[in-house]
Protein backbone atom coordinates (compact mmCIF):
# COMPACT_ATOMS: atom_id res chain seq x y z
CA UNK A 1 0.00 0.00 0.00
CA UNK A 2 0.97 3.55 -0.30
CA UNK A 3 1.43 6.20 2.56
CA UNK A 4 1.58 8.80 0.40
CA UNK A 5 -0.82 10.51 -2.01
CA UNK A 6 -0.97 13.53 -4.22
CA UNK A 7 -3.07 16.15 -3.34
CA UNK A 8 -4.93 18.93 -5.27
CA UNK A 9 -6.03 20.75 -2.58
CA UNK A 10 -8.00 20.87 0.74
CA UNK A 11 -11.46 22.25 1.68
CA UNK A 12 -12.15 22.68 5.37
CA UNK A 13 -16.23 22.94 6.90
CA UNK A 14 -17.47 21.71 3.72
CA UNK A 15 -21.36 21.09 3.61
CA UNK A 16 -22.17 19.83 0.57
CA UNK A 17 -20.59 16.76 0.27
CA UNK A 18 -22.19 14.40 2.30
CA UNK A 19 -23.89 14.71 6.29
CA UNK A 20 -22.61 16.98 8.67
CA UNK A 21 -19.77 19.31 8.02
CA UNK A 22 -16.71 17.44 6.20
CA UNK A 23 -13.10 17.89 5.58
CA UNK A 24 -12.77 17.51 1.77
CA UNK A 25 -9.82 16.16 0.05
CA UNK A 26 -9.23 16.61 -3.42
CA UNK A 27 -6.71 14.40 -4.64
CA UNK A 28 -4.94 14.91 -7.92
CA UNK A 29 -5.47 13.39 -11.32
CA UNK A 30 -8.65 12.34 -13.31
CA UNK A 31 -9.07 10.02 -16.58
CA UNK A 32 -12.35 11.89 -17.67
CA UNK A 33 -12.38 15.36 -19.61
CA UNK A 34 -15.77 16.43 -19.03
CA UNK A 35 -16.83 19.62 -20.45
CA UNK A 36 -17.72 21.02 -17.05
CA UNK A 37 -15.24 19.95 -14.58
CA UNK A 38 -14.74 22.85 -11.75
CA UNK A 39 -11.41 21.34 -11.50
CA UNK A 40 -9.69 21.33 -14.40
CA UNK A 41 -6.42 22.07 -12.82
CA UNK A 42 -6.69 18.65 -11.41
CA UNK A 43 -6.81 16.57 -14.43
CA UNK A 44 -2.74 15.69 -14.46
CA UNK A 45 -1.77 12.21 -13.04
CA UNK A 46 1.74 13.57 -12.14
CA UNK A 47 0.99 16.93 -10.70
CA UNK A 48 -0.47 18.42 -7.32
CA UNK A 49 1.56 18.05 -3.86
CA UNK A 50 2.09 15.44 -2.12
CA UNK A 51 1.27 14.25 1.74
CA UNK A 52 1.16 11.41 3.49
CA UNK A 53 -1.16 9.85 5.73
CA UNK A 54 0.07 11.12 8.99
CA UNK A 55 0.38 14.70 6.97
CA UNK A 56 -3.55 14.55 6.19
CA UNK A 57 -4.36 13.10 9.47
CA UNK A 58 -2.76 15.73 11.34
CA UNK A 59 -5.00 18.46 9.57
CA UNK A 60 -8.40 16.40 9.76
CA UNK A 61 -8.00 15.59 13.51
CA UNK A 62 -7.74 19.76 13.89
CA UNK A 63 -12.02 19.60 13.26
CA UNK A 64 -13.22 16.52 15.35
CA UNK A 65 -15.53 18.56 17.50
CA UNK A 66 -16.89 19.70 14.30
CA UNK A 67 -17.37 16.34 12.75
CA UNK A 68 -18.68 15.07 16.15
CA UNK A 69 -21.28 17.93 16.60
CA UNK A 70 -22.63 17.61 13.19
CA UNK A 71 -22.52 14.35 12.11
CA UNK A 72 -19.76 14.44 9.35
CA UNK A 73 -16.35 13.11 8.61
CA UNK A 74 -13.84 13.49 6.22
CA UNK A 75 -14.45 13.29 2.30
CA UNK A 76 -12.09 12.41 -0.61
CA UNK A 77 -13.37 13.84 -3.93
CA UNK A 78 -10.83 14.54 -6.96
CA UNK A 79 -9.74 14.38 -9.78
CA UNK A 80 -11.10 10.92 -9.50
CA UNK A 81 -9.82 9.40 -6.11
CA UNK A 82 -10.35 5.86 -6.85
CA UNK A 83 -6.97 6.95 -9.23
CA UNK A 84 -5.14 6.30 -5.71
CA UNK A 85 -6.97 3.49 -4.27
CA UNK A 86 -3.60 2.25 -1.92
CA UNK A 87 -3.48 5.64 -0.29
CA UNK A 88 -7.20 5.68 -0.41
CA UNK A 89 -6.95 2.28 1.68
CA UNK A 90 -4.27 4.05 4.20
CA UNK A 91 -6.03 6.84 4.63
CA UNK A 92 -9.42 5.45 5.63
CA UNK A 93 -7.58 3.13 8.06
CA UNK A 94 -6.60 5.75 9.59
CA UNK A 95 -9.70 8.10 9.70
CA UNK A 96 -11.73 4.48 11.21
CA UNK A 97 -9.39 4.26 13.91
CA UNK A 98 -9.67 7.63 15.20
CA UNK A 99 -13.65 7.12 14.43
CA UNK A 100 -13.92 8.88 11.65
CA UNK A 101 -16.92 8.97 9.19
CA UNK A 102 -15.64 8.20 5.79
CA UNK A 103 -17.29 9.19 2.54
CA UNK A 104 -15.94 8.81 -1.35
CA UNK A 105 -17.31 11.21 -4.22
CA UNK A 106 -16.38 9.54 -7.51
CA UNK A 107 -17.26 8.91 -10.81
CA UNK A 108 -16.26 5.43 -10.85
CA UNK A 109 -13.39 6.73 -13.57
CA UNK A 110 -11.54 3.52 -13.00
CA UNK A 111 -11.34 0.11 -14.77
CA UNK A 112 -11.87 -3.24 -12.76
CA UNK A 113 -8.61 -5.53 -13.20
CA UNK A 114 -7.19 -8.32 -11.39
CA UNK A 115 -5.37 -5.46 -9.57
CA UNK A 116 -7.91 -2.98 -9.07
CA UNK A 117 -10.99 -4.67 -7.98
CA UNK A 118 -9.72 -6.50 -4.94
CA UNK A 119 -8.22 -2.62 -3.98
CA UNK A 120 -11.37 -1.24 -4.32
CA UNK A 121 -13.14 -4.19 -2.04
CA UNK A 122 -10.68 -3.24 0.48
CA UNK A 123 -11.09 0.34 0.32
CA UNK A 124 -15.10 -0.39 0.94
CA UNK A 125 -14.49 -1.98 3.74
CA UNK A 126 -13.57 1.29 5.51
CA UNK A 127 -15.94 3.29 3.34
CA UNK A 128 -19.23 4.90 5.48
CA UNK A 129 -20.64 6.37 2.49
CA UNK A 130 -19.78 6.53 -1.52
CA UNK A 131 -21.22 9.76 -3.58
CA UNK A 132 -21.62 7.63 -7.40
CA UNK A 133 -21.86 10.45 -10.13
CA UNK A 134 -23.41 9.18 -12.59
CA UNK A 135 -22.73 11.27 -15.85
CA UNK A 136 -25.55 9.34 -18.67
CA UNK A 137 -26.54 6.17 -19.37
CA UNK A 138 -26.12 6.76 -23.70
CA UNK A 139 -22.73 5.60 -24.21
CA UNK A 140 -22.04 8.15 -27.31
CA UNK A 141 -23.27 11.06 -25.10
CA UNK A 142 -21.25 10.05 -22.30
CA UNK A 143 -17.85 10.03 -24.57
CA UNK A 144 -18.93 13.39 -26.23
CA UNK A 145 -19.48 14.77 -22.44
CA UNK A 146 -16.42 13.34 -20.72
CA UNK A 147 -13.78 11.88 -23.58
CA UNK A 148 -14.35 8.13 -22.38
CA UNK A 149 -17.44 5.20 -22.41
CA UNK A 150 -19.67 4.44 -19.42
CA UNK A 151 -19.11 0.85 -19.44
CA UNK A 152 -16.46 0.58 -16.49
CA UNK A 153 -18.34 3.18 -14.77
CA UNK A 154 -21.49 0.75 -14.48
CA UNK A 155 -19.30 -1.84 -13.20
CA UNK A 156 -17.79 -0.04 -10.38
CA UNK A 157 -21.45 0.74 -9.62
CA UNK A 158 -22.56 -2.93 -9.96
CA UNK A 159 -19.20 -3.60 -7.39
CA UNK A 160 -19.96 -1.05 -4.77
CA UNK A 161 -23.78 -1.88 -4.51
CA UNK A 162 -22.68 -5.68 -4.03
CA UNK A 163 -20.15 -4.56 -1.12
CA UNK A 164 -23.06 -3.72 0.62
CA UNK A 165 -22.22 0.25 1.19
CA UNK A 166 -24.20 2.74 1.68
CA UNK A 167 -24.62 4.99 -2.00
CA UNK A 168 -25.40 8.08 -2.48
CA UNK A 169 -26.24 8.20 -6.64
CA UNK A 170 -25.93 12.16 -8.05
CA UNK A 171 -26.54 13.64 -11.40
CA UNK A 172 -25.47 16.88 -12.66
CA UNK A 173 -28.17 18.27 -14.73
CA UNK A 174 -26.92 20.19 -17.67
CA UNK A 175 -30.17 21.35 -19.99
CA UNK A 176 -29.84 20.07 -23.28
CA UNK A 177 -26.94 17.35 -22.47
CA UNK A 178 -27.61 15.46 -19.45
CA UNK A 179 -31.42 16.35 -18.88
CA UNK A 180 -32.86 13.42 -21.61
CA UNK A 181 -36.51 12.18 -20.44
CA UNK A 182 -35.15 8.87 -21.69
CA UNK A 183 -31.91 8.97 -20.30
CA UNK A 184 -32.81 9.86 -16.56
CA UNK A 185 -35.40 7.07 -17.06
CA UNK A 186 -32.23 4.68 -18.23
CA UNK A 187 -30.50 6.16 -15.21
CA UNK A 188 -33.73 5.04 -12.56
CA UNK A 189 -33.75 1.76 -14.00
CA UNK A 190 -30.47 1.68 -13.41
CA UNK A 191 -30.40 3.06 -9.80
CA UNK A 192 -33.42 0.14 -9.40
CA UNK A 193 -30.69 -2.47 -10.21
CA UNK A 194 -27.74 -1.01 -7.78
CA UNK A 195 -30.72 -0.95 -4.84
CA UNK A 196 -31.25 -4.70 -4.89
CA UNK A 197 -29.73 -4.97 -1.74
CA UNK A 198 -30.95 -1.62 -0.32
CA UNK A 199 -27.98 -0.28 0.05
CA UNK A 200 -29.05 3.81 -2.13
CA UNK A 201 -29.94 6.36 0.75
CA UNK A 202 -30.49 9.01 -1.72
CA UNK A 203 -30.75 10.55 -5.09
CA UNK A 204 -29.45 13.81 -5.72
CA UNK A 205 -29.77 15.91 -8.77
CA UNK A 206 -26.74 18.78 -8.77
CA UNK A 207 -27.95 21.66 -11.23
CA UNK A 208 -24.80 22.61 -13.59
CA UNK A 209 -23.09 25.85 -12.72
CA UNK A 210 -20.03 27.68 -14.42
CA UNK A 211 -17.94 28.47 -11.32
CA UNK A 212 -15.41 26.38 -12.80
CA UNK A 213 -15.05 28.29 -16.37
CA UNK A 214 -12.70 30.82 -14.80
CA UNK A 215 -10.11 27.71 -13.93
CA UNK A 216 -10.17 26.82 -17.48
CA UNK A 217 -9.12 30.41 -18.58
CA UNK A 218 -6.68 30.90 -16.03
CA UNK A 219 -5.20 27.47 -17.94
CA UNK A 220 -5.14 29.18 -21.33
CA UNK A 221 -7.94 26.60 -22.25
CA UNK A 222 -11.12 27.30 -23.58
CA UNK A 223 -14.44 26.80 -21.75
CA UNK A 224 -16.34 24.24 -23.84
CA UNK A 225 -19.58 25.15 -22.33
CA UNK A 226 -19.49 28.60 -22.45
CA UNK A 227 -22.81 30.21 -22.54
CA UNK A 228 -24.79 27.51 -20.91
CA UNK A 229 -27.37 27.74 -19.40
CA UNK A 230 -28.47 26.58 -15.49
CA UNK A 231 -31.52 24.37 -15.06
CA UNK A 232 -34.90 25.90 -13.68
CA UNK A 233 -36.10 24.60 -10.67
CA UNK A 234 -38.83 22.93 -12.45
CA UNK A 235 -36.19 21.37 -14.70
CA UNK A 236 -34.76 20.19 -11.41
CA UNK A 237 -37.40 19.27 -9.75
CA UNK A 238 -38.86 17.12 -13.04
CA UNK A 239 -35.38 15.24 -13.14
CA UNK A 240 -35.19 14.26 -9.69
CA UNK A 241 -39.15 12.75 -9.51
CA UNK A 242 -37.77 10.21 -12.62
CA UNK A 243 -34.52 9.18 -10.82
CA UNK A 244 -36.27 8.70 -7.61
CA UNK A 245 -38.74 6.32 -9.40
CA UNK A 246 -35.84 4.22 -9.20
CA UNK A 247 -35.80 3.68 -5.54
CA UNK A 248 -39.25 2.48 -5.42
Known amino acids: MSNIGLIHSIET ?19 MRCQYCHNRDSWKLDAGKEMTVDQVMEEVLKYREFFEASGGGITVSGGEPLIQLPFLI ?13 NIDTSG ?27 LMDLEGHKKLTG ?19 LWIRRVLVPGLTD ?3 DLK ?21 PYHSIGESKWDALGVEYPLKDQRSPSKEEILRAEAILKTGLE
Do not use: W
Open 109 to 135: GIRLTHRTAPLLYDVLEYTDLLMLDIK
Open 186 to 206: RTADYIKELNTLGTVERVEVL
Open 13 to 31: FGNLDGPGIRFILFLQGCT
Open 90 to 102: ELFKACKEQGIHT
Open 180 to 182: SEE
Open 148 to 166: ISNDHILAVGRLIADSGTP
